[in-house]
């Protein structure tokens, strides 16, 4: 995303409104602005390259800034961004650009539940995933997106070393709590988050 937004429209003046999708709410476009300025302000003196870009250039590139914004405000940017350049973006996980927003909506609101200690086995949404065009083999059963879709998202959006490390240690806090559990059998949970018995 970043270098598709320093690449299109430079490294100084990419927040400019005309910079963004026409038929996007201005109201959006200001609160987001508004969110990326408080980010940088907050972080100026604590964080490395926002202090050292904006000491010496007066500016912070695309590349710099996404380090320092949350995942909701980088999925709200990408939502916010031309058709065109959302394409771009989507094209290189090779998706849709309906599909990434889909995920990105999704991870962030596990991402937020997480953050705010929620309880995460029973996450279902209402914004559904559908998987049909990324793999054709994807029998979508429930109704709403469950925490084995996520995986499925994150197993897209990762390179597949960062997804063998998140895999091992969901599996590895899947083998724990199947050896806490007196009432109810492990293969229940799993059904709950939407994975077939004893398969991850």
Known sequence: MANTISEKYGVKNYLKTSNFDSKADLEEIQKLRNKINKEIKNNYGKHEAITHYKDKYGFIPPFVL????????ISKYYGLLKQSDRQKISKYFKLSDKELRQMLLNITLVRNLCAHNGRLYTYKSNFKINFNNINRNYKQQLKSTDLNAITKCM??????????????????????????????????????????????
Not at 66 to 71: E, G, I, P, R
Not at 172 to 186: A, D, G, M, P, Y
Request: net charge positive; proline share 0%.
């Open 155 to 200: 197993k897209i959006l990762l390179g597949s070393k960062s997804y063998n490390m998140l895999k091992k240690e969901f599996d590895k806090e899947i083998t724990k709590l199947s050896k806490k559990l007196k009432c109810v059998n492990v293969n229940t949970i799993l059904k709950i988050m939407g994975f077939e018995a004893n398969k991850i």
């Open 66 to 73: 996404v380090k320092v914004l949350t995942f909701g405000e």
